[in-house]
């Protein structure tokens, strides 16, 4: 096994790629991600990369649009303001069954917001990451351990069902730093499965490729939109990820990912030792939401909290995925406030209150 | 004897273009470009958004089509992953010159070493005649219908003129194919644009004077004239920059 190594979670998601064979980063400047690119741009002249410092958002996520349609694992990184930008194109790559990987380390919004940690692009990432009928898959790690193995999952499940794929982390998660442990075996670009209708010169062996979004017939437009949705079906039906944590007994089920998980869980502990059975479901993919799990846990949760670094996104989810059969609340902080533990058993206190 | 033939890097297919738009003839050049420098099976070219968004189907090397304004950002990704092959957008006016200034100036200032090919048509075609960067003052379009008042949209880009000022830029022509003479010429510059590429010289991009007949409201011919009467003025031909004849004249 390979050796613990304390790193930042920015540097550890930079790492992460090119451990996954992707040598084509561009980006453009903004908290809190930047120790990602900073890496970046150490690393890759190193190892043959390519590191390229964008004009803006939308130059840099249509870079990785040329870099993807020329057959390459590519990503991007930026913080909510650039996601924004990169919307165009997450949009443009989903309509040519393009795979990408785009970094999301949010802070706060609306606007320029604030630079302090936040979820609020969660319906951003899970419903309109873009104009049109479109999903991107969105991972949210909770730990610097699991942006390194989600990055790798993440290129990966990208290249298998031909989309974009979002890590959604935050400022907290991206400034953090702990030990990890690194893939013992990096993989080369060359190990990487060959892209047949990658646009990277035919050479005269084949007829030309075209990486396009664009279908001027509305049936072959439609046609081509349901083929895209039938894979999202399948990728709902076999790609949900999520953990689990003293979920089998619990009467109250908090729902909470990336660093708001950290923070339930220990939430739970200290409810736990006032007797009142608290469980978590952290969801690890949020698109595809992890409803399987939900709809289980329904059946013996007396209600559900949904906790989140926003105004209440991921609370909706939540009451789809149980058809609203229980109760389900929201707890949150935006702007930058984590919530705190205190806090999360208060409000559980007030439903055991309100449910007796 | 030569035989005339469609170069064999155009597709079999009737384009989409307006009846007397210099599209096919830029078109044809590049096509005759493709094949004279045998470069088709390592060609990508980057469509835009514009009259020439399916260019892909026009041309039988691999394509892409960008969104409106990035094909030059969309370009340097695919040239940074394959910096063997040739990549060249193919761009309007609006495309390069409105909302993909700030990626055609940045793909130009840092040299990226790729081919672009730039239809000014002083028009936004593919949206039914509006107003673009390159109208000229006092040109009447769908949203200028009193002409063009540069009190209040202000004065055309000369784009040829703006990159030249940049270091990174290689090569600047801009050419007509309203006559055989200039055809020619647009030839040459066009293939000299792919040969530094080749090269490994850096950015190179030829404008051609265009016309929209359609858009403008005019029968072909009258486009050209039109284009020659009142374009070539505000938009002279010739070479704006060419790093080779100036590092020469610095020896
Ligand atoms: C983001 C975006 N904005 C606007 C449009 C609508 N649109 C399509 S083509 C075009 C203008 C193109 O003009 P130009 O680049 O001069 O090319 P031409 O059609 O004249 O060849 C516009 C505004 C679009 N497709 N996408």
């Known amino acids: ?356 | 004897m030569a035989v005339f033939k469609k170069p064999a890097s155009l597709a079999e297919v009737t384009t989409s273009y307006c009846p007397g738009c210099p599209h096919g003839i830029i078109h044809r050049i590049v096509g005759e470009c493709i094949d004279e420098l045998g470069i088709e099976g390592k060609t990508i070219g980057i469509a835009p958004v514009g009259c020439a968004v399916m260019a892909y189907n026009f041309f039988n090397c691999d394509f892409i089509q960008a969104p409106h304004g990035r094909a030059p950002a969309v370009a340097t990704g695919v040239k940074r992953s394959l910096p063997d092959h040739v990549v060249f957008s193919y761009q309007g006016d609006g495309d390069l010159a409105a909302i993909g200034t700030a990626e055609t100036v940045h793909s130009a200032t840092r040299g990226e070493n790729i081919t672009v090919i730039f239809v000014n048509n002083a028009i936004y075609g593919m949206t039914g005649g509006q107003m673009a960067p390159t109208s000229l003052p006092g040109q009447i379009t769908q949203t200028t219908p009193y002409g063009r008042d540069v009190k209040i949209a202000g004065y055309p880009i000369k784009v040829c003129e703006m990159l030249s000022t940049l270091d990174g830029v290689q090569y600047a022509e801009r050419v007509s194919v309203d006559c055989v003479k200039n055809a020619i010429q647009a030839k040459k510059a066009i293939k000299k644009a792919f040969q530094n590429q080749i090269d490994g010289k850096g950015f190179s991009i030829v404008e051609g004077v265009s016309g929209g007949p359609t858009s403008w409201g005019l029968g072909p011919v009258a486009a050209l004239q039109w284009s020659r009467d009142n374009m070539r003025a505000y938009y002279p031909l010739g070479v704006y920059k060419d790093r080779d004849t100036e590092d020469k004249t610095n020896d």
């Open chain 1, 1 to 356: 096994m390979s050796d613990k190594v304390l790193m930042k979670g920015n540097e550890a998601l930079a790492q992460a790629a090119i451990c996954a064979g992707c040598r084509h980063f561009f980006g453009y400047p903004i908290t809190p991600q930047t120790e990602l690119a900073a890496y970046m741009s150490k690393t890759m002249p190193k190892i043959g990369g390519t590191y390229l410092q964008a004009e803006s958002e939308i130059a840099a996520i249509n870079m990785v649009q040329g870099a993807a349609a020329a057959g390459v694992r590519a990503m991007t990184s930026s913080s909510s303001p650039g996601i924004s930008l990169k919307l165009e194109g997450i949009s443009y790559m989903a309509g040519a069954d393009l795979p990408a990987l785009i970094i999301n380390v949010q802070r706060g919004g609306p606007g320029l917001g604030g630079i302090q940690p936040s979820q609020s692009d969660y319906d951003l990432a899970t419903k309109a990451p873009g104009h049109g009928d479109l999903h991107i898959l969105v991972f949210a790690p909770s730990s610097v351990q699991e942006m390194v193995d989600l990055v790798s999952h993440a290129f990966d499940s990208a290249d298998k069902y031909r989309m974009p794929a979002m890590i959604l982390a935050d400022g907290l998660l991206g400034q953090m730093m702990e030990p990890v442990v690194l893939p013992e075996k990096a993989k080369e670009p060359s190990e990487l499965p060959k892209k047949e209708w990658a646009a990277c010169g035919h050479e005269g062996e084949r007829k030309h490729n075209i990486v396009n979004s664009l279908y001027l017939q509305p049936q072959e437009l439609e046609d081509v939109v349901k083929a895209r949705y039938e894979r999202y079906a399948k990728i709902e039906a076999d790609e949900q990820m999520c953990e689990k944590y003293m979920t089998e007994d619990a009467d109250f089920v908090i729902v909470a990912f990336g660093a708001c998980s950290r923070i339930a869980k220990s939430a739970i502990n200290i409810a736990r030792k006032k007797g009142i059975k608290v469980g978590l479901i952290r969801p690890i993919t949020l698109w595809p939401f992890p409803v399987d799990a939900l709809k289980e846990a329904a059946k013996n949760a007396k209600a559900f909290l949904s906790v989140e670094m926003n105004m209440g996104q991921m609370v909706n989810d939540v009451k789809l995925a149980i058809e609203c059969k229980k109760p389900v609340e929201f707890f949150g902080h935006t702007g930058g406030i984590i919530p705190t533990p205190a806090e999360i058993v208060a409000k559980i206190e007030k439903m055991q209150e309100e449910i007796k």
